[in-house]
Nanobody, 127 residues
Framework: VQLQASGGGLVQAGGSLRLSCAAS????????MGWFRQAPGKEREVVAA????????YYSNSVKGRFTISRDKGKNTMDLQTNSLKPEDTAVYYC?????????????????????WGQGTLVTVSS
C-alpha cells in the first residue's frame, strides 16, 4: 500500500504548481485524504483536506483562496493546485489518508490522525 506524491519543484513567487498523489495497493476512494507540509525547522502542518465524497473541503488560513484540493475516485488520485505561491509556501508536501474513517469527513485527519503518508514532494518558492 503506497501513496506517491509528485509535482513539486522550483517556482518563482506568484507561480503555480500542481501536486498529485497516486494511491496503489488499495483504493482510498472511501476515505478522507489531505495534504500536509513541513518547512525546514518547523512542525508538519495540515494544508488542505477533502472528504471521501469530494463534496467537502478544508483549507488552512494560510492557503485559503490560493490552493485547491480535488480528487478523482475512479483513478484513486488526489491533486493540490497551488497558485500565487509565496516563499513561505516552501516545504516538503505530503499526501495523507485516514483509513479509519470510511465514508467519513476529514475532522480527524486535519488533527493529524493519518494512517498512510506519501513520501513527500519538495516545493521551493523563490522570491
Amino acid at each position: 500500500v503506497q501513496l506517491q506524491a509528485s509535482g513539486g519543484g522550483l517556482v518563482q513567487a506568484g507561480g503555480s504548481l500542481r501536486l498529485s498523489c497516486a494511491a496503489s495497493g488499495r483504493t482510498f476512494s472511501m476515505y478522507p485524504m489531505g495534504w500536509f507540509r513541513q518547512a525546514p525547522g518547523k512542525e508538519r502542518e495540515v494544508v488542505a483536506a477533502i472528504s471521501w465524497s469530494g463534496d467537502n473541503t478544508y483549507y488552512s488560513n494560510s492557503v485559503k483562496g490560493r490552493f485547491t484540493i480535488s480528487r478523482d475516485k475512479g483513478k484513486n488520485t488526489m491533486d493540490l493546485q497551488t497558485n500565487s505561491l509565496k516563499p513561505e509556501d516552501t516545504a516538503v508536501y505530503y499526501c495523507a489518508a485516514d483509513a479509519g474513517r470510511r465514508f467519513g469527513s476529514f475532522d480527524s485527519l486535519i488533527l493529524g490522525n493519518v494512517d498512510y503518508w506519501g513520501q513527500g514532494t519538495l516545493v521551493t518558492v523563490s522570491s
